[in-house]
T-cell receptor
Framework: RKEVEQDPGPFNVPEGATVAFNCTYSNSASQSFFWYRQDCRKEPKLLMSVYSSGNEDGRFTAQLNRASQYISLLIRDSKLSDSATYLCVVNRPNDYKLSFGAGTTVTVRA | GAVVSQHPSRVICKSGTSVKIECRSLDFQATTMFWYRQFPKQSLMLMATSNEGSKATYEQGVEKDKFLINHASLTLSTLTVTSAHPEDSSFYIC????????????FGPGTRLTVL
């Protein structure tokens, strides 16, 4: 089983729509969780960390469900500029290194 | 925010040649840097951890003699792909955490390697 699994999508949504997707992680001892954004042929950039109580950053909301070992990301009022691949990232519990999901592709259309 | 650069951004080489990729932290010092590889439509895979002043540590399945890592200073790590073959063609990305290995990782812009 992969350490981090994501629905690859693509999620094609119109501008202004809400889109949400999850990722699951295999190691229940993981402590740190992140969403990164990766544009085509570019490096990943940190979008937000995910906290136990859930957190919001503008139009982005992240949730963590430890019991079911999944993390979610919700994007409200989608913009064309939100089109990207969103990477779910989880720390390896035995060290500080990161495990990446393969990404969920979101395409926002006008 | 912390800035990490990589050079070159793109390289095309013939099979059998060696290619060196540089990763620099521009506005902070990094005792640790990470090297990743990403194949199309796949996740980033950690290849190795570069440690300033000591040997790099490699992930399982990564050949240390093929992927040579040198962390020459607190702002520079290099990855050399030796005797590159077409299957080594990939997107190589480094990252550096400003506050130590467990800190947030900032990524370089990546190097796209194509081996003919």
């Amino acid at each position: 089983r992969k350490e981090v699994e994501q629905d690859p999508g693509p999620f094609n949504v119109p501008e202004g729509a809400t889109v949400a997707f999850n990722c699951t992680y295999s190691n229940s001892a993981s402590q740190s969780f992140f969403w990164y954004r990766q544009d085509c042929r570019k490096e990943p950039k940190l979008l937000m960390s995910v906290y136990s109580s859930g957190n919001e950053d503008g139009r982005f909301t992240a949730q963590l469900n430890r019991a079911s070992q999944y993390i979610s990301l919700l994007i409200r009022d989608s913009k064309l500029s939100d089109s990207a691949t969103y990477l779910c990232v989880v720390n390896r519990p035995n060290d500080y290194k990161l495990s990446f999901g393969a990404g969920t592709t979101v395409t926002v259309r006008a | 925010g912390a800035v990490v650069s990589q050079h070159p951004s793109r390289v095309i080489c013939k099979s059998g040649t060696s290619v060196k990729i540089e990763c620099r932290s521009l506005d902070f010092q990094a005792t640790t840097m990470f090297w990743y590889r990403q194949f199309p439509k796949q996740s980033l895979m950690l290849m190795a951890t570069s440690n300033e002043g000591s040997k790099a540590t490699y992930e399982q399945g990564v050949e240390k003699d093929k992927f040579l890592i040198n962390h020459a200073s607190l702002t520079l790590s290099t990855l050399t792909v030796t005797s590159a073959h077409p299957e080594d063609s990939s997107f190589y990305i480094c990252s550096a955490p400003p506050g130590g290995p467990s800190d947030t990782q900032y990524f370089g812009p990546g190097t796209r390697l194509t081996v003919l």
